[in-house]
T-cell receptor, first 117, second 116 residues
Framework: ETGVTQTPRHLVMGMTNKKSLKCEQHLGHNAMYWYKQSAKKPLELMFVYSLEERVENNSVPSRFSPECPNSSHLFLHLHTLQPEDSALYLC????????????????FGPGTRLTVL | GNSVTQMEGPVTLSEEAFLTINCTYTATGYPSLFWYVQYPGEGLQLLLKATKADDKGSNKGFEATYRKETTSFHLEKGSVQVSDSAVYFCALSPSKEYTGRRALTFGSGTRLQVQP
């Protein structure tokens, strides 16, 4: 499945570094999502963008900063992370029918495995 | 709010055994229900879905039936293979009448290990 791509696939960074994760969807969708998957914890929704507008911020620390320049691209900017931020970061996209509409099927990218030293 | 509860794993089976992974949910109205699968080192892939009561989703020999009366969406497969070893996630998305959180709510995942 190449509908949603993520780069890099693996990233190791120090706590003082600044890095960015990139997600690109080729499905013509209008909504994009960031999830965090930590060991032994359920998937945690971080951010939701619909029509390039952030519509959900699920109490995520400010050291994570999302950016959605257009409906096909989503970034997650990282700075001064902590070791507990080490996780698999998953991007997803869907065709959202509207503010009060049913959320449609989400398609996921392969994820970026982040390790914070 | 919405929630999804899955049976804890790991589930260990021999090849060709019958598989059931239980999933129950709590939600307002009539959500859509999904099963996603995550193979080692990969992201989540949609396995099957059902959008209304009594619908049966099926794919690659897996099936799940949307049971409104028991608020369940159990995953089944008649004969598992080693290649089915993965983590399986049950999820729901809110019904169109629900104007709150619109993203998917996931269960904690169930790891399946199939031995030759």
């Amino acid at each position: 499945e190449t509908g949603v791509t993520q780069t890099p696939r693996h990233l190791v960074m120090g706590m003082t570094n600044k890095k960015s994760l990139k997600c690109e969807q080729h499905l013509g969708h209008n909504a994009m999502y960031w999830y965090k998957q930590s060991a032994k914890k359920p998937l945690e929704l971080m951010f939701v963008y619909s029509l390039e507008e952030r519509v959900e911020n699920n109490s995520v620390p400010s050291r994570f900063s999302p950016e959605c320049p257009n409906s096909s691209h989503l970034f997650l900017h990282l700075h001064t992370l902590q070791p507990e931020d080490s996780a698999l970061y998953l991007c997803a996209s869907s065709q959202n029918p509207g503010l009060a509409g049913r959320t449609d099927t989400q398609y996921f990218g392969p994820g970026t495995r982040l390790t914070v030293l | 709010g919405n929630s999804v509860t899955q049976m804890e794993g790991p589930v260990t089976l021999s090849e060709e055994a019958f598989l059931t992974i239980n999933c129950t949910y709590t939600a307002t109205g009539y959500p859509s229900l999904f099963w996603y699968v995550q193979y080692p080192g990969e992201g989540l892939q949609l396995l099957l879905k059902a959008t209304k009561a009594d619908d049966k989703g099926s794919n690659k020999g897996f099936e799940a039936t949307y049971r409104k009366e028991t608020t369940s969406f159990h995953l089944e497969k008649g004969s598992v293979q080693v290649s089915d070893s993965a983590v399986y996630f049950c999820a729901l998305s809110p019904s169109k009448e629900y104007t709150g959180r619109r993203a998917l709510t996931f269960g904690s995942g169930t790891r399946l290990q199939v031995q030759p």
